[in-house]
């Protein structure tokens, strides 16, 4: 395997055309903060009820503090119950004001009924549940036997089907932080997405596309989100409200920016490409939108002269995941990267283009809606006619996109795999350094965990979908813990790669 060059400059906050787009249209809306509840058990009878109530109270300032600055917000009752009755009026009244998840602190041994009924009342109202012990004090009696708690639990949360998650740390274990971090994010990502609306923009995928496709009722069963479709004449038909005037700003930020290279889009057809856009996120922000996915072609290119990834490239920027093709399984894969990092991952749906065995790297590639936030260092974006594939011919070429080369760093990719986004694999490594070997937006990617031809060949051992999410950062483990929530499975690179395989 050869070495890489990785480089690491922090990413833009904002894109080229952001402010412009955010003084004609304003701001999306800021979700509001998720609530996490907290629970304690224990029993008075055999144990050091005094104890069993200091750790529980320690453990919920201690996480209080945590989440200080952050989108979450524990409640909790101020002591520790062992009553079931007790327990289960607490959770309701934690249920009531709309908690995500649940955090039971196992305080000291308890009765058995507490891990029945509360089962009982996980399964109506399921959300993630995160069990948390503590290591015994050692040299003389048995004042908690919290771990045998944990354990006794657990045996019946998971014979009645309850998923959950389990932590066996002291509170001031510094690796309680991280832990609880994942949970309550990867909680408040399931709670978004289950109360989630996403705009469909065309209403139905491009030609021959049959993995952008999805089975709608069984992703809202297992994933709450809903699509609202809406076709291509009513969304560039709200576009006209915005005039060449309202836009001069907007084209003028991106072809002035230093960060441009070249321009060669027509001003009526590069306006009519950032109406979709303008169009696209005045609905999110008006609807409370989470994401959106626009059929692009052919429609786009023949009916309106433009195109849809340059403005894909403007709707990313701004915040909203975005997906090409109209490719629903993909806008779900963009939307759990988004909305575990809090937008910090910056999705963007690519094709696999390029295997080099030699060099250990995968070429992933697409005509042009990344977000400007991801051009590379020292490189610059060219704003162009969609002149790739079949609109080939830059005479006729109509339509804006975004060529760039992406910024290199930490990647996680994923797919949730067609119809029903109830399968997804995940792999990790780092985007880098390398020419653009197509244009439109491309990026090299060296895995971190399996060679590049293993990742490529369980692709196509398993027949899976040709989109994949690329996000920032290494994450499969916060990726994991959401799918762990929602039901899906995961599922593991297997090829050998050896440059064969076969279906399985």
Known sequence: MTPTTMLTT??????????????LIGPLPVPPATRIGMIGV???MHFVWSEACRLYRQAAAQLQTQFTGQPIELIFPEDPFESPDDVLAAADKLHARGIAGLILFHGSYTAGEIASQLGRWLLDHPMPLLSWAYPEVTGGRLTANSLCCQNFMLNAL?????????MFKAPDDPAVAATVDVFARSARARHRLIHGRTLMVGAGRVPGFYDAECDELAVMKRFGVRFDRMDLVQIMTHGRKFKDADLRPIRDAIVTSPRCGL???????????VRLALSTLELAAKQNYIGSAIRCWPTLWDEYQCAADGALALINDQGLPAADENDMNGLISMLAMSLLREGRSLPTLMDISRLSESENRLGFWHCGGSATRLLRAGTKFESRK????????????VGMLIESLLATGPATVTRYQSPDSAKALTFEGDLVDSPMAFRGAYVEFVPRDHAAAQVMGTILDLG?????IIGREHFAHELSALNHWLGVEE??????????GQSR
């Open 464 to 468: 899976l979908d040709h989109h994949w």
């Open 42 to 44: 224990g029993l008075k």
């Open 386 to 397: 969609h002149n790739i594939m079949e609109n080939a011919d830059p005479a006729t070429a």
């Open 158 to 166: 998971h014979r009645l089907g309850v998923r959950y998650q389990w």
């Open 491 to 500: 599922l593991a690179v297997s090829n050998r790669g050896q440059g064969v």
């Open 263 to 273: 321009n060669n889009v027509p001003d009526a057809q590069m306006f009519n490409t």
């Open 10 to 23: 922090p990413l833009p906050s904002e894109g080229v055309a952001s402010r412009a787009i955010a003084d």
